[in-house]
């Protein structure tokens, strides 16, 4: 049996379930059913299916609404309690910060494209490491490795493109905003 992958719908869309996706219903006792595998999962091994890029899409069992988001949320903050956090509390401040804000939909855009970034960065760097010695390794990962800089960079310079483009977007909404009240600029 071949494993249903996430699809991309354009470039720097996010990963989106299609009507093939995998069901897993989530019951009122908080447990998850698979419904291709007619087995109970743990949230466990719904991480791994992540992992492992299978598309999924969780509902609820009485109403059918799509709880996927909170479900990966979930995985997210149980990570995050796993004792190797990735978001400082400053950055999680930042974010919360940012609902309710005029710029969250730009927010959101922004990380989306930057997570996609540095995604093909490291899809870039499995590429370029296979079949190395540990001690390759290491020197492959030395922040002082030309390629490794270059990689890096690219990174950057691709981060600071999709700021600039927010910025460029923003900046056109607001014109347009204020000429339609009359008011130039």
Known sequence: MQKSKLIQN???ASPRPAATSRVIKKYPN??????ETSTYITLAEVRQLVMDSVLFVVRDAKTNDDLTRS????????EEAGGAPMFTEAVLGNIIRFYGNAMQSFMGAY???NVQSFMDLQLKMAEQSRGLSPEKWAQFMNAQSPMMQGMMGNYVE??????TQMQEQMQKQSEQMLSAFGLKR
């Open 10 to 12: 354009k470039p720097d």
């Open 30 to 35: 908080r447990r998850l059913y698979d419904t």
């Open 71 to 78: 479900i990966l949320l979930q995985i997210i903050l149980e």
């Open 111 to 113: 990380l989306e494209k």
């Open 158 to 163: 691709q981060s600071r493109d999709v700021f």
